[in-house]
């Protein structure tokens, strides 16, 4: 009995022992099951990040299940808010949207400190240790995993913050009229560039953090493992655009005149009186931009300016090396003389100055083609009181006839009132009024499609741009927005520019062809024989004499030696027609006399002008400042008279073509390049 009782007593001791070990167990066990929780809950939250775009990790609370459930679903939730779409990128800026992702993200730091505090605790770690050896190997990668999903979150919170002043500006319209609240402020700024310091820390970091990390041990799927795979490599790319934007940042707040008030010049170019930068500069406006907003222009004549201003232009000529702009009063409606945009743009500034327009910061010139593109976005336009819709397709026909059809420009002055020379330009300016508040009520995926379609323009050079910032224009220079002329430093090529200097909108009936024959000598040299035609058919009425009068210059690398040319005027002339002058009384001016020149009226002696009709008089060129008239004198033709250039690092040959209309006109000119 007493064997057999202490054998009971024993087994109730054991008994006991055996379920204090259990309970003990259970307990590590239990604390087991959280920590791994953990573990998994914060690898599974990292795999979900969308590394390239700074999209966080999530939360927990006080208990580690519901922190892994509800942070995957406040994952969830941010991903479908700040949900990015190819086709429209700026959907991402919705202010309300943002805010919300903000507090999101604001409120996953909280919980993740809180879990990285709970992962730090010694009795998981040691019951990690002593209970699942296998996974206390990994305790160091669920610390990295912790850390990333902070750096996330954090680096979350301040770039929303970024894209909700990008929200405001873009969807607030820096167009509108309505508001002076500033759009973007040096806070703004001081905020958009410290988030970018921090961002490019965070994504340090979590490179840092994630190369503690086997992929291959995550417990997760294979495509799961693929996907970050995949991500990972976007980091350092991400890294290489944010310090491109941080290059950005002052060119940017500078052009947003935030601080100080920014102004540009704006200029029309009329491709009909073809220029060097485009076309005759007929009209003009002042763009103001001020911590975002921008005051509306519009457009006036520039004979307004040019003469009707403080007179500088009056007796002003040309600046040496366009002695060939001879009109006699030089102003900004013939400023646009060289081919190298940066170069016109100076000189027209300096003039605007001169002539009382007050100090810019820059130029801004378009061709109707820029408008015509935006018209392909906003669709056809309406003018009241002309009863004109005006499409991309007519756009350039209707602006030159309400300014070079008579009795279109009488019934434009008579709708719009204004009886002056400038009448001739008020549909143009109502047109323009009207296209501009169209642009302010567009959406912001049209705004977009205007700006794809205006960096194109900028490419054809239908848009060209200067900046007085060396910075800003540092860097059109190096995306080759600047609009200047070739150097030919790395690669051989020529540059042809033209002048129409005929007082005429002839341009848009002449047909320019170049041909160049190019020659490889053994020594590595190339010989040029480059021939431009000059097809001039007056297919319709021409605002202006009928004579084509156009100063071309060939540009060519610097070190090119001229050899020969042909078509252009040598200044030398055959005969010179007389210039009567009225008599007493008389109304308009008699024609000039053709003693001694009517034999050139039905040919010429070179074949370098063809007029296949026969009729090969130049008629007239101008006035006289007695009222006289003023003939072409008709010289004989030859090799380009200039050869000097007017832009350093490049050979240049140039000189004076005259057309008559109906007549074709060839100009050779052939050089040669060593070591081409």
């Known amino acids: ?301 520039v004979t307004l300016l040019d003469y009707a201003g403080n007179g500088t232009a009056i007796g002003l000529r040309a600046p040496d090396g366009y002695s060939w702009m001879n009109f006699g009063n030089w102003g900004i409606r013939d400023s646009n003389l060289s081919g190298d945009f940066p170069t016109t743009a100076r000189m027209t500034m300096q003039l605007f100055q001169d002539e009382g327009g007050g100090p810019v910061d820059g130029d801004i010139a378009f061709t109707p083609s820029l408008i015509g593109h935006i018209l392909d976005v906003t669709g056809p336009i309406k003018v009241p009181g002309y009863n004109e819709t005006i499409t991309s397709k007519n756009l350039e026909e209707r602006l030159h006839y309400y300014q070079q059809d008579y009795s279109a420009i009488a019934r434009e002055k008579q709708i719009s009132g204004n009886y002056s020379k400038s009448g001739r330009k008020a549909f143009t300016s109502t047109l323009g009024k009207i296209l501009l508040d169209h642009l302010r009520h567009l959406p912001v995926k049209q705004l977009t499609e205007v700006v794809k379609g205006a960096i194109k323009d900028i490419q054809s050079h239908d848009l060209q741009i200067y900046f007085t910032n060396p910075a800003v224009e540092g860097w059109l220079v190096q995306h080759g927005y600047s609009g200047s002329t070739d150097t030919f430093s790395k690669q051989d090529g020529f540059t042809v520019v033209q002048a129409n200097i005929s007082i005429s909108k002839a341009s848009q009936y002449v047909h320019t062809t170049e041909h160049d024959d190019v020659t490889l000598d053994a020594q590595g040299g190339a010989k040029h024989n480059l021939t431009i035609t000059l097809n001039y058919q007056q297919k319709g009425p021409v605002y202006g004499y009928d004579t084509y009068a156009d100063y071309i210059r060939v540009y060519a690398p610097q070190n090119a030696q001229f050899i020969s040319g042909d078509g252009f005027d040598s200044g030398h002339a055959l005969c010179t027609p007389g210039t009567p002058k009225p008599s007493p009384g008389s109304r308009g001016s008699p024609p000039p006399t053709t003693s001694g020149c009517g034999q050139y009226n039905g040919y010429f002696p070179s074949a370098a002008r063809n007029c296949p009709n026969g009729n090969y008089s130049l008629g007239m060129r101008g006035f006289t400042l007695d009222g006289g008239t003023l003939a072409w004198p008709i010289d004989s033709l030859g090799p380009p008279t200039a050869l000097t250039s007017d832009l350093p690092g490049r050979a240049m040959w140039g000189g004076m073509t005259e057309t008559p209309k109906n007549c074709i006109s060839t100009i050779t000119v052939s050089w040669y390049v060593p070591n081409a």
């Not at 040096?186 to 503690?212: C, F, K, N, P, W």
Request: net charge positive; hydrophobic share 45%.
């Open 1 to 301: 009995m007493y064997i057999a009782n202490k054998r009971a007593i024993q087994r109730r001791s054991a008994y006991k022992r055996w379920q204090r070990g259990l309970h003990d167990q259970q307990k590590h066990q239990h604390t087991l099951r959280i920590a791994r929780l953990v573990i998994v809950a914060a690898m599974f939250v990292f795999v979900l990040l969308p590394a390239g775009a700074g999209v966080a990790a999530y939360s927990a609370y006080s208990n580690i299940n519901a922190m892994a459930h509800d942070g995957l679903n406040h994952l969830l939730k941010v991903k479908s808010l700040l949900n990015i779409s190819k086709s429209d990128p700026t959907a991402a800026l919705n202010a309300t949207k943002l805010q919300q992702a903000q507090v999101e993200f604001k409120g996953a730091e909280v919980d993740f400190v809180q879990l990285q505090q709970l992962v730090d605790r010694p009795d998981i770690q040691g019951a990690i240790t002593q209970f699942s050896p296998q996974y206390g190997s990994k305790l160091g990668e669920v610390v990295s995993l912790v850390q990333v999903a902070l750096d996330v979150s954090r680096m979350g919170d301040e770039l929303t913050g970024v894209g909700l002043i990008g929200a405001n500006i873009i969807h607030a319209s820096p167009l509108t009229s309505n508001s002076n609240k500033p759009l973007i402020s040096a806070s703004d700024v001081l905020a958009i560039e410290g988030a970018m310091v921090h961002a490019l820390y965070y994504i340090s970091d979590i490179r840092a953090q994630m190369s503690h990390i086997s992929l291959k041990d995550l417990p997760i799927s294979n495509s799961q493992k693929t996907q970050l795979a995949s991500l990972l490599p976007l980091l350092p790319k991400a890294q290489d655009m944010i310090v491109q934007a941080q290059g950005l940042i002052g060119l940017v707040t500078w052009l947003l005149g935030v601080g100080q008030p920014r102004r540009f010049l704006i200029q029309t170019m009329d491709r009909a009186e073809l220029r060097p930068g485009g076309g005759f500069t007929g009209q003009y406006g002042i763009v103001q931009i001020q911590n975002g907003r921008v005051t509306p222009p519009s457009l006036t004549d």
